[in-house]
């Protein structure tokens, strides 16, 4: 199985450290993994802002990047959701598009009890993972229950306590082009979320995309809160 | 062209194909007991009392409602001291009962509603101060399915409807209060 | 023109009525959540819920026709009105063939939909409104905040002020005194009023039966003791049989408040003796969005209010931030059909969470309604940055360059950075510069 690592462009230019501890995790567990250099931006900016119709170049030159590998992995559920969606209809597609989280989880790679990580580390359940890539159950669906893919991962890290949420999966209020449209409620959220988790204990705050984290570090920062952000592949993996 | 012609031809040029019709589900069961009944019943502000816990219902009226006057009834258990004639019914009649004792004809336990229809004046269950329902044990269903599938067997009645009960409203700061236009109390007496 | 932003950010100053309000509506939501999860069948309730609004829909001519055939046969009578205007004309006649020059009315989105109180207010009739919550924002002169629970943005303070007011009572903030009040007061209406108005919750065409669900008892009470029951019903209030009120009647409420079902479901067949029901379908643009394949599933809304109630913008600026008069998610998806430059904002007015859509209990795609929403707002005109910027994604070189060309940049005049992207920078700071980008990395490791 070879697979083609997508690092979604953000993650790129300000936070490598998670592509490299997503690459580094990967091959760890034996994977050929690639990683096209040519690639930009899945285009997601532009069609949330309502120019979907001038994503088709971003979409394209994707395919064709990415069309050799097996299965494309990305630590970052709202970007592979996006792609996904985009490359439903694309003649020729065929390959498994999956989120980071959800790819170790399917492929039963969820003992991390050998990485140790001693703080009180809250999940940030992103909206497009969790109810987009069903990477969880969300709170208003009955019935459904089991942990979110990254609860999976973390668990049995060892020294790691998970604390629980007053709301466990309302939204960061980052939202891409929302976080300009609407600055001051999405600040607002931002803060209202982050309350949350100072209410639990947490330390840590981690999550599958590091867009939500971005913005929540954002406001973290400007108002000094005793909170950090990091990826959850850079709690797995370690260097 | 008339706006009926007009909004009929808009719908048939406009309407998405594709939709298919609901032919039903296995609806999963809700229990029927008097005490499924009554712990929902409880929960949306109703009491419930059983008939032979009841030594007396005329003195029971007296306790419960402070006063036996202006009482009207279709219940032959109760017998009422206010009458009223269809043929010189008055709003100002209507709304001088003090409590109405009216029979029910199914109870839900889901969510504690009973069903009645065909009383003397549609505006007494929502005119009274205090609602009285007489339920027979054996007409509590579990869920609205089964409500509608009883309701179908025969036609439709001119009006018909679920009380669930007291009125109350919540429109004050979220604060549930009972009693709101209609009635202040809800009992349900089964038997 | 002020928009979503704009009001938004008006309502946000005030803290800790914008914290109040938010734990208000997620309390609602939280209720929703307990009843719903006592409900063994939940889901596929909403899948059938669905499946008989798209059956109706797909087949509204038809069902229409039968529904009406019916509603006839029984002794209602069935009026027609193609747009607002209409429905008005209609109610007003109503009135007038009866000489009546006061309507009691109890809570009907539809009537506001239409304006039809200022209308009736224009045409001297005077227009009581009998639900609590409406006849609060009727005394001070302001449109409802929420579609259920049109009072939610109020405090006791405002309420018992107004109350004052106008019973020239003594001032309380006491919840119980002031609905004692309040049914005293309406019941002097309830008794003397020769015609009543109501909305409908949900037709039945194969009964000519409407159904109304209400709380209060104030919209039977009214149409009960009147000689004359006028009822409006959005032409997308059908569904096919009796019995699939079994399905929505177990959503309706735990989805709008959190009660098992509402203390009324008053189902309407025939007019009572010597009594008339005056049944308008109306229109106003609905047969229009029927047409139109991104949007029709909003038509399947029972306006339950549950997406206003889960929504984080809805919770946090309130429904007075949408100014239209469905606010909410639903309001966002609805709106631009009426006014696409006013109410433009409405679209963006969300973080595309998704929580909407899954409390919905006809399932209506909203976010996916609101993406596209955002595509049809922008699509008349083309745009050269924006196409250029699509241009860039397919280019590595020219991508690379950019990418590059911000690093330097933020390194060296972040404040001119920071004001540049303002809007972000205002609550937040921007994430910091890395020594290198995972590209750079990539080359130099491997």
Redesign the interface.
Known sequence: MKIGLF?P?Y???????V??AT?KLLQKHGFEVD?P?????C?QP?????????????I??FFTLFRKYDVIVSPSASCILFVKEHLKFQPGHHQKIQELSDFLVEQGLTDYSGTSFPKKVGVLQS??GL??LHLGS??????ENGDSTIVKLLHNVSDIQLIGLD?P???C????????????????????RLDDFIRNGAEVITGTDMSCL??L???I??QRMPLEVMHFSEIICQE | MSSKETILNQIRENRPKGGTQFSGFDFSPYPNGIDDFKATLEKVGGKLVLKRDIKDLHTWIKKEYGSDNYVFTEVDSIVGNYTLNEMSITNEKLNKIHVAVLAGSMGIAENGAVWLERFLHRSIPFITQHLVIFLSSDAIVGTMHEAYQIINKKELPSFGIFISGPSKTADIEQSLIYGAHGPRSLTVIVE | MKG??EL??KF?QDESR?NWH?ETL?WVRSKR?AV??E??D??KLRDAASQIKEDTLSNLDEYLLEFEQNALKNGIKVHWAADAREHNEIVLQVLKSKDAWQLVKSKSMLTEECGLNDFLEDHGIEVIESDLGERIIQWMKQTPSHIVMPAIHLKKKDIGKVFSEKLHIRETEDPVKLTEFARIHLRNYFMNTKVALTGVNFAVADSGTFVVCTNEGNADMGVHMADVHIASMGIEKLIPKIEHLGVFLRLLARSATGQPITAYTSHFRKPGKGKEIHLILVDNGRSEILGKSHFWHSLKCIRCGACMN?C??FR??GGHSYDYIIPGPIGAILAPHRDPIKYG?LP????????C???CPVKIDIDKQL?AW??????EKS?LP??F????????GL?NMG?KG??ILQKLIPWMIDRF?K??T?????????G????????KH?
């Not at chain 1, 209020?173 to 209202?192: I, Q, R």
């Open positions: 690092i462009c993650i790129n230019q300000y936070y490598p450290g592509g490299i690459l990683y250099t040519g690639q930009t931006c285009g532009l069609a949330n802002s309502g120019y979907e119709r001038y994503t088709h170049y971003a394209n030159h909206c497009h109810r987009g969300s709170t208003e669906i009955v019935g709301r999966d309302d939204c209020g980052f939202g891409g082009t929302f976080s300009v449209k609407e600055p001051a409620l999405s600040v607002k959220m931002g803060n209202d971005m913005h570090e954002g406001v920062k400007k | 979503h932003p938004a950010e946000l914008t938010d997620w959540d719903a999860s409900i063994k939940w889901e889960t984080p913008i946090k600026t904002s963006f007015a969300s973080s595309l969470c998704g929580s859509a899954a409390v993406y955002r595509q049809e707002l922008t699509g745009s924006v196409s910027m699509g241009y860039v994604l397919k280019k590595p991508f990418s911000l690093s992207f809007s972000y205002r609550g937040r700071e921007l994430p910091k510069v890395p290198q980008t995972f590209k750079d990395w990539y080359k491997t």
